[in-house]
Structures are given as structure tokens and as C-alpha cells.
């Protein structure tokens, strides 16, 4: 059966640090990767999605970049990071050939201090 | 683009209650179309989807069918429990993009 693995479950990282997020999937192939950001109280935002290796979509201009180097591996980084980047971040995953549901991690909430 | 429009909450309702919350959505092409729920601190799972019009999707006493001729896809539950209490997403999918509403909150208070 397929899981996904998201990690750390929370971070508290100061203004100005990098960040690093990673995402693996298992017992699939191939898999449209996704990152979502839930700020409090809030809907979902699609961050980025990928449709293979090196292949990423941004959604939306921002602080953020994300990388797919291993087909079943993404991972969501910045810089330097801003207040406003505190959030619920969320990695999904769906099979790569469209129109199907996607399959949550448990989610990092991330704090910018 | 794609999107996705959900009814506003919180939603307050008593146990036993009847529950719907109202989906409506925009898309170019054919999409499939699912309800997500979240409990505190965790990801979304799905509650059930559609992936044709007039198709009904159901799971745990929910149920939503895919209009196509109102792009809508209601979600009702005939009688609410306290441990229904958790945000509701509506979401479709067309070609490889997953688009999510703003998500309603349901409290139901025994």
C-alpha cells in the first residue's frame, strides 16, 4: 500500500533562517506531488505541484521554492524565512494520471519567531 | 482557472441534526470532484468523491452527488454526531490539479 511520510510535525524557526521540508512517498511511482499551505483558520493554497523530476508549477510568487530530485521525494525550502511564513504546511500526493483524489501527510506546522 | 467556492462557517449544530454544506465549482474540463474532512492538528483524508456527473459519493452517513447542471457538489448528513465536529473541504481535480475550497468548520454540541 502506498503511504507518505512529512517531516519534522512541528518547527519554530527564527526570521531570516532557511528552511527545509521533505515529503517522501512510498509504494507508488510516478505520484503528482503537491505542497499546500493552511494559514490559521484558513482554506488551502496550492503552493506547488510537480508532475515528475524536476518538473515543479509555483502557484503563487512567495518566499518559498521546492525541488523534486527523486521521483517519490519534495521538498519545500526557502532561504530566508518571514514571519508570514508561518503556517500548516501539507504534502499530498496523487497518481500520475490526473482526475484522482490526493493523499495527505500529517503536516508540519511551522513558526516564524 | 479551475476553483472551488464552499459555503462560509462555522457551522453550529446540535446532535442528531441535519447537516449540508453547500459546494459549488468552475472548471474548463470534467473534473472529479471530492469532499476532505480535517481533525485539529492533522492532514485531510477523504470522505468520499465523484467522478461523473450524477454520480453520488458516500462514506459514514455523508453523501454528495455531482450536479453538473448546477455545479454543485452538496454535502448532507442526515443526522449529526459530536465526533462529526472537523473542517470540511471540498475539492476536484482535473488533469493533474487538486483545488481546494476555503474549507467550513462543523461544531456539533451534544
Known amino acids: 500500500s502506498q503511504t507518505i511520510h512529512q517531516w519534522p510535525a512541528t518547527l519554530v524557526q527564527p526570521v531570516g533562517s532557511p528552511l527545509s521540508l521533505e515529503c517522501t512517498v512510498e509504494?507508488?511511482?510516478?505520484?503528482?506531488l503537491y505542497w499546500y499551505r493552511q494559514a490559521a483558520g484558513r482554506g488551502l493554497q496550492l503552493l506547488f505541484y510537480s508532475v515528475g523530476i524536476g518538473q515543479i508549477s509555483s502557484e503563487v510568487p512567495q518566499n518559498l521554492s521546492a525541488s523534486r530530485p527523486q521521483d517519490r521525494q519534495f521538498i519545500l525550502s526557502s532561504k530566508k524565512l518571514l514571519l508570514s511564513d508561518s503556517g500548516f504546511y501539507l504534502c499530498?500526493?496523487?497518481?500520475?494520471?490526473?482526475?484522482?483524489?490526493?493523499?495527505f501527510g500529517q503536516g508540519t506546522r511551522l513558526t516564524v519567531v | 482557472g479551475d476553483s472551488v467556492t464552499q459555503m462560509e462557517g462555522p457551522v453550529t449544530l446540535s446532535e442528531e441534526a441535519f447537516l449540508t454544506i453547500n459546494c459549488t465549482y468552475t472548471?474548463?474540463?470534467?473534473?472529479?470532484l471530492f469532499w476532505y474532512v480535517q481533525y485539529p492538528g492533522e492532514g485531510l483524508q477523504l470522505l468520499l468523491k465523484a467522478t461523473k456527473a450524477d454520480d453520488k459519493g458516500s462514506n459514514k452517513g455523508f453523501e454528495a452527488t455531482y450536479r453538473k447542471e448546477t455545479t454543485s457538489f452538496h454535502l448532507e448528513k442526515g443526522s449529526v454526531q459530536v465526533s462529526d465536529s472537523a473542517v470540511y473541504f471540498c475539492a476536484l481535480n482535473t488533469f493533474n490539479d487538486m483545488r481546494f475550497g476555503a474549507g467550513t468548520r462543523l461544531t456539533v454540541k451534544p
Open positions: 472548471a474548463t474540463g470534467y473534473p472529479s
Open positions: 509504494g507508488t511511482s510516478n505520484p503528482n
Open positions: 499530498a500526493w496523487s497518481p500520475g494520471h490526473g482526475g484522482t483524489e490526493a493523499f
